[in-house]
């Protein structure tokens, strides 16, 4: 299987859209990534255009919070060989917490889209 830069770059040449997880076999884009949302919520995203959306589910004795930050790269320094990424506009940041009984769990993950800086209600 290719890398996740000529699975974007072939995805884009066939007139589509991708939304691949940034993992750590990227590292130096995976931290710069990280640390620019880092910061941008420190400062409370002051002065940052991004599209946010929350959704709360709760059942089977346990409630799990998604919250979703959608921010154009255009927003941020340039990436990481940014330029491989064929029609990337958007990084995503999606925050889960997990509570069951007496245990919450927090995870956070990263994202590359070529889609808009919209964030849609699924």
């Not at 000529?6 to 991708?18: C, F």
């Not at 925050?95 to 699924?122: D, M, P, V």
């Amino acid at each position: 299987m290719g890398t996740q830069t000529e699975i974007a770059r072939q995805i884009k040449r066939q007139d589509g859209n991708y939304l691949l997880a940034l993992k750590g076999n990227q590292l130096n884009l995976y931290k710069q990534v990280e640390a620019w949302f880092i910061e941008a919520r420190a400062k409370s995203w002051e002065g940052i255009d991004y599209s946010y959306h929350e959704t709360v589910e709760a059942g089977h004795h346990r409630v799990e919070t998604r919250q979703v930050w959608v921010v154009s790269v255009k927003q941020l320094p340039r990436l990481h060989r940014q330029s491989q990424w064929e029609g990337l506009t958007t990084v995503v940041m999606v925050r889960s917490q997990r509570q069951l009984w007496n245990k919450t769990t927090t995870e956070i993950q990263f994202y590359l889209s070529s889609q808009g800086s919209r964030c849609r209600a699924t």
